[in-house]
């Protein structure tokens, strides 16, 4: 069955890293394992470790992005490898030039692995198709449809602070629609066994099948949060909306915005989440994103770790990865 999936190689060995969707639950077991083995690797004082040396690892951001870009950049020197940053707001492609005369310019760089951000959903997976099969593609969130190491490092997240999925309610609120976040976090939550997954947020960001992917839908956000381990927040992606659908931002923040009052409707001891950028008054208070419940900078942090771990594991390093970390251990 794996070597249909256009991720694995013809032995059945993940080459790309495209979209959460297809991958069973050991294969995200497994970059989690090894992401927390990383963890061990960031916490000692020399960081880096030889897995990708003599690699060159391309950044190819034609989207604009702070956390990502800089923790695959960060990932890829911990790993030893060679970071190229490919400023693509002023690159030839701005110039007319085509996206795959780029790519071939950059595979003529002898670049060994793409780090792809772009607004159009599929371009990660259309780069894959098209590069030379020596490289591996890396999607860093395409458009709506995936963002594949964001829903690693939140998954990375709630197993720190919570351990066992099947038994966490997680919820999830606000721009569903628009969001890549909250489809790889769906998929892989469902993949991991989550015991309930809701999602909540106004019927226009919601998309029309959402209950297909295994979620339960709710429109009151103060039911949704009853009894909830983890709660993430999404903020309103106005880039990818081609019309209006919500009166405005007060008014989101009024029917969905994540207070401290609503807060207390979760567990005690739930947990914040948000993707970012967030923004404060919109989605969610300043007092939340900065309160005690709040993950939101460990979920950057962990964000390293988790990248080492997808990088290595696609460049065939698993083997080399496990001595890591029996080495960090
Ligand atoms: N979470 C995330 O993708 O953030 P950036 O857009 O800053 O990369």
Redesign the pocket.
């Known amino acids: 069955m794996r070597n249909h999936d256009p991720q694995f190689n013809q032995f059945g060995k993940l080459h790309h890293f495209l979209t959460l969707d297809g991958l069973d639950k050991e294969t995200l077991t497994g970059i989690l394992d090894a992401a927390e083995g990383f963890t061990g690797v960031n916490d000692k004082k020399i960081k880096n470790v030889p897995l990708l040396r003599g690699k060159t690892v391309a950044n190819l951001f034609f989207e604009?992005?702070?956390?990502?870009?800089t923790a695959f950049e960060l990932a890829a020197k911990r790993l030893s490898a060679d970071i190229l940053n490919v400023d693509l707001v002023t690159s030839s492609t701005k110039k007319g030039e085509s996206l795959l005369d780029t790519l071939r310019v950059l595979e003529s760089l002898q670049s060994d692995m793409f780090v792809v951000?772009h607004s159009d959903s599929g371009a990660a997976d259309f780069i894959a198709r098209h590069v030379s099969p020596s490289i591996n593609v890396i999607n860093?969130?395409d458009g709506q449809h995936a963002?594949p190491t964001?829903g690693m490092l939140d998954m990375f997240t709630i197993r720190r602070h919570k351990g066992d999925f099947e038994k966490l309610c997680v919820v999830i609120i606000g721009d569903i629609l628009h969001s890549r976040?909250a489809r790889s976090g769906i998929s892989a939550l469902v993949t991991l066994g989550t015991g309930e997954v809701r999602v909540v947020g106004p019927q226009t960001l919601m998309p029309a099948d959402v209950e297909t992917l295994g979620v339960k839908v709710y429109r009151s956000i103060d039911k949704a949060l009853q009894g909830a381990d983890v709660v993430m927040g999404l903020r309103l992606q106005n880039e990818r909306m081609t019309s209006a659908t919500i009166p405005s931002s007060g008014e989101f923040y009024r029917t969905y915005g994540l207070t401290p009052e609503r807060l207390k409707l979760a567990k005690p001891d739930a947990i914040v989440m948000h993707?970012?950028?967030t923004n404060r008054g919109v989605e969610i208070a300043g007092s939340v994103a900065d309160g005690k419940q709040s993950v939101i900078l460990e979920q950057v942090t962990f964000g390293i770790a988790v990248r080492m771990a997808v990088m290595s594991i696609i460049m065939g390093h698993g083997e080399a990865v496990r001595e890591a970390e029996q080495a960090a251990s």
């Open positions: 604009n992005s702070t956390r990502t870009r951000r860093g969130g963002h964001q976040v993707p970012g950028p």
